[in-house]
């Protein structure tokens, strides 16, 4: 007699994460509301330098964009996470109509156009579509590497030249996303933004302190500067030889 034997479990996929852009709260919640109830994780961003710090983290899967935002318009959003290689697809929701702003908005990077009032069974569908687009994520990594620093992303370790650097877990957070933007300067609203997850100025030097710390340990009597200082503007990491 045969033992009956339960199917496997079904592999548990992890939903979809949205990052909403808009700064009309009705419009916001609405589509929020819509996209959670169809089992997705939706992050809401207000204002455009808010908006534009979320985006270049690239850690959505979509991105819900509208053209007319406070601070930095959607446009310019999308440029600049295209010239640091940020490939998170991008729907503009906006009102702007004409075939000129449709133009502009594809040709300016965005992956979709849909235009308000809207249906959101049509929004869903194109959100739908563009995820279902191969993934161009950094996160697929498991090591990072610049030069003779090697980051196992794993085993959460970093060597320099073979060296293992004993690093706090923010340290290792902040050298991780220096890495991945390697040799593109970084401000600090960005590593507020990405690393402590402060989407607004807490008036503390503690990215300050934090690099000074990082430096000591990645550069302990060693003159070749990793994490390099950009006057009134922010740090690079340039790969060490």
Do not use: C
Request: hydrophobic fraction near 40%; charge should be positive; proline fraction near 6%.
């Amino acid at each position: 007699m045969k033992r009956a034997t339960a199917p496997p479990s079904p592999a548990i996929i992890p939903a979809m994460r949205i990052l909403l852009v808009e700064d009309d709260a009705q419009t916001a919640g609405h589509v929020a509301r819509g996209m959670a109830s169809e089992g997705y994780e939706v992050d809401i961003a207000t204002t455009g330098p808010e908006g534009l710090t979320r985006a270049i983290g690239g850690e959505h899967d979509v991105i819900i964009l509208d053209r007319m935002l406070p601070g930095v318009d959607g446009l310019s959003i999308v440029k600049s996470m295209r010239a640091v290689g940020v490939r998170t697809p991008v729907l503009y929701l906006t009102a702007m109509s004409g075939i000129n702003d449709r133009v502009e908005g594809l040709e300016g990077g965005a992956d979709d156009y849909l235009i308000k009032p809207f249906a959101f069974a049509e929004l869903l569908a194109r959100v739908r579509a563009l995820g279902r687009r191969p993934a161009h994520h950094a996160d697929d990594q498991t090591q990072l590497t610049a030069g003779g620093l090697k980051m196992d992303l794993i085993k959460r370790t970093v060597r320099r030249d073979g060296r293992e650097l004993d690093l706090l877990p923010q340290e290792f957070r902040l050298l991780e996303y220096l890495m991945r933007n390697q040799g593109r300067t970084v401000t600090r609203t960005m590593l507020l933004g990405n690393v402590w997850d402060m989407h607004f100025d807490p008036r503390t030097n503690v990215v300050e302190s934090h690099v000074s710390r990082l430096r000591s340990k990645l550069n302990p009597g060693d003159p070749r500067e990793i994490i390099q200082t950009v006057r009134n503007v922010g740090y690079v990491l340039r790969a060490p030889r």
